[in-house]
């Protein structure tokens, strides 16, 4: 038999083959359209902010108060700036270590029983509520019996926060595998210690993005808090007693009809977006020395 | 009463039997470690394994084989009390440890699991390093160690794995290769100095030379150790374990609901060569029963 018998193989393109390389060429193309779609939008935004909040952004911006008189020309956000540092910070202080708790006993413990399965419907459902019925809920329970304070805003953020860091949290405590809890099981470790030791630290990643999902929501909320912290000119580092944030003040300063207050909104714009900024980048990188050890 | 370790290191010896074994000459040799009596295990309602009654000898390689969905591993995880980890599995009848029901009330599965190891069939190390996968145990169980690398280095010693990695300790236990992991979790189990370690699959995601390796270490292993294995590689079965069980899946004929039995407990050499039970027979020949 001579090999010479078998026809040599045609390699050419045929109609199947190029229709695929069109259709190939048109999806990637579709693609690329719905990326730019989406992130147009998000690059005009920043470009804006920065743009418009460069004319007042500067050191004396975040150290200076607010100008009594809203039509007076210069800088001057420091109340805001403090307020929400500090209201953020302590809504933070009390949604993650509860939902991170409720997550761990979603996964952990409750699983798939009746009242795992009440709460997270019950997360469902809070997550759904609108931001301004948290702060009139926190309105009634609270601000109408001690009144406007840093700490009724925090309240309202917390509220908000809390059923997305059970939700995030709970999503990445079940990605850890379950080799991992039955090898820390069979050596003789208890549910507790073993979602210490090993459960947390493994999902802990994951637990921080959700998380500063959540803080980065909570900075940027401005309805809860419309009618919860009330309003100072100078700043006010206790959580007790009326404060100002940042979004409220772009709320406040970009209502009027000065040039020099939609200035400081712009520039209290810019500010928030840093400020979420940094504090992302701080907690990945935290994360991240914590996730190697 | 106890075979005692040849090497000095203190933690790593045996602990003594947790309920009184009769002292005396004559019990050195073939001393039931387990006992089960009437053993069935269901999950919900359906049954898993039915009525398997067998003892397990100390200072032995006891290995558990036959086909899938046997109820091999589900026997094994009776053991050491791994199925209360799973939601809706019951136990009846009785496993006896050192003449324990474990089952008893007033047994805590936490100090069962602390004297009887476990090695699973996916090396499963933590995302720590090395050292720290080791140290994991003893630590958490706060034992009194005078020397945790002494104790960390004996026990990767035992689990032939500290000339592989005594120079990266402190190295990411994910980096090792699916071998070197699997040893490591033998090591992570001895160093709890437990009486017993449970295997299940440990070889099936192992290549043939890994799969030697950790072979010759439960050969090693068995002079200080019980060692249960379940495995459905009858080679390793033949090659390893002084005793063999066979199970195998009994299909109820008024249900069609399938469940493990206890077909024929021998020592491996009888099993291979002379079964009793005309399923194993069929079964270690290649003619699945």
Redesign the interface.
């Known amino acids: 038999m001579s090999t010479a018998a078998i026809p040599a193989p045609s390699l050419q393109a045929t109609d199947t083959s190029r229709s695929r390389k069109l259709r190939n060429h048109l999806a990637t193309g579709f693609i690329w359209a719905t990326f730019l779609a989406a992130a147009l939008p998000l690059a005009f935004i920043v470009f804006y902010v920065v743009r418009a909040g460069m004319r007042l952004f500067s050191y004396d911006f975040l150290v200076t108060n607010i100008p009594i008189i809203s039509a007076q020309p210069g800088p001057g956000m420091a109340p805001a700036v403090v307020g929400t540092l500090l209201i953020t910070g302590a809504a933070t202080a009390i949604a993650v270590p509860l939902g991170v708790l409720g997550a761990v006993y979603l996964n952990e413990y409750g ?2 029983g009746a009242l795992a399965t009440f709460i997270r419907l019950m997360t469902d459902v809070m997550s759904g509520v609108p931001s301004v019925v948290m702060g009139l809920f926190i309105y009634t329970i609270w601000v109408l019996r001690y009144g406007l304070s840093g700490f009724a805003g925090a309240l309202a953020l917390a509220c908000l926060m809390l059923p997305i860091i059970v939700r995030t949290s709970e999503e990445m405590l079940r990605l850890v ?1 379950a ?12 549910t507790w ?1 073993t979602t210490v ?2 459960v947390l ?2 999902a802990l990643p994951g637990i921080v993005s959700g998380a500063m999902l959540a803080v980065a929501r909570a900075a940027g909320e401005t309805a809860p808090l419309l009618f919860t912290i009330g309003v100072v000119s100078k700043p006010n580092t206790s959580l007790f007693g009326a404060n100002t944030a940042l979004s409220a003040q772009i709320f406040k300063n970009a209502q009027v009809p000065f040039p020099a207050a939609q200035d400081r909104a712009w520039a209290a714009a810019l500010t928030l977006i840093l400020l979420v900024f940094v504090l992302t980048l701080a907690a990945r990188v935290v994360s991240a020395r914590f996730a190697r ?1 | 009463m106890e075979v005692m370790s040849e090497t000095p290191f203190v933690p790593l010896t045996p602990r003594p039997a947790v309920a009184a074994v009769p002292d005396g000459p004559g019990d050195t040799a073939a001393v039931p470690v387990f006992e089960t009596d009437a053993l069935s295990v269901y999950y919900g309602s359906s049954l898993a394994v039915s009525d398997v009654k067998m003892a397990i000898n100390r200072a032995e390689i006891t290995a558990l084989i036959g086909p899938s969905g046997c109820g091999k591993s589900t026997l094994l995880r009776c053991f ?1 009390r ?1 199925n209360d ?1 799973i ?1 809706g599995a019951r136990v009846e009848g009785s496993v006896r440890y050192e003449g324990v029901d474990l089952y008893a009330d007033g047994v805590d599965p ?2 069962v ?3 009887i ?2 090695v ?1 069939q ?1 090396p ?5 390093s090395i050292y720290d996968n080791v140290a ?2 003893p630590r ?2 706060k034992m009194k160690v005078d020397s945790m690398d002494d104790l960390v280095e004996e026990a990767l010693r035992r689990a032939a794995l500290w000339d592989e990695v005594s120079g990266k300790l402190k190295k990411s236990a994910m980096a090792l290769s699916g071998g070197q992991q699997q040893r490591l ?1 033998i090591a ?2 001895i160093a ?1 100095a437990p009486d017993t370690i449970l295997m299940d699959e440990p070889c099936s995601a192992l290549d043939p030379i890994a799969t030697a390796r950790i072979e010759d270490l439960m050969t090693e292993l068995k002079h200080d150790y019980t060692i249960v294995i379940v495995t459905h590689n009858m080679q390793q079965a033949a090659r390893v374990a002084d005793r063999t069980a066979f199970l195998t899946a009994v299909v109820h004929e008024a249900t069609g609901d399938r469940h493990g039995e206890l077909v024929e407990f021998a020592p491996t050499a009888t099993m291979f060569t002379a079964p009793s039970d005309e399923r194993t027979e069929a079964y270690i020949t290649g003619r699945f029963g």
Do not use: D, H, Q, T
Not at chain 1, 179 to 190: I, K, N, V, Y
Not at chain 2, 124 to 128: I, L, R, S, T, V
């Open positions: 699983r798939r595998p080799g991992l809890r039955e090898a820390s099981a069979a050596l003789g470790c208890r210690r030791r090993i630290p493994a050890k | 050491n791994m980890l939601p936490i100090e699991r602390r004297r190891g476990m699973f996916k499963n190390p933590f995302p720590k994991y145990g958490v169980l979790c992570r189990a709890v």
